[in-house]
């Protein structure tokens, strides 16, 4: 039986405990495929914003979220984030 060094026992230690902490990834079987959870929460995500900007639209609000290149992803990001924390979250 060969003897570990100190380093050698020190980084295997170091790589169980670091790597107890992984799971399986989050995924949901539809069709008979697995779709990442993450996959469902943004195309929620940008369908909430989509929803919100046809909204704003339609009552002639739209410059309320004025510089839409950042309001619009940063909108998006917060529905998806939202979702993922309801429905996905453990």
Do not use: E, K
């Not at 399986?24 to 079987?29: E, K, L, R, V």
């Not at 697995?34 to 995500?45: I, N, Q, R, S, Y």
């Not at 609000?61 to 309801?86: E, Q, R």
């Amino acid at each position: 039986m060969s003897s570990l060094s100190v380093s050698s026992l020190a980084s295997l230690s170091t790589a169980g405990l670091l790597l107890s902490g992984c799971s399986f990834a989050p995924s949901i079987p539809l069709f008979g495929a697995a779709f990442p959870d993450w996959l469902f929460c943004v195309v929620g995500g940008v369908t909430a914003t989509v929803a919100v900007h046809l909204a704003l639209t339609r009552r002639g609000a739209n410059t309320a979220l004025a510089p839409h290149a950042l309001s619009y992803p940063a909108l998006s990001a917060l529905f998806a984030l939202t979702a993922w924390l309801a429905f996905f979250s453990r």
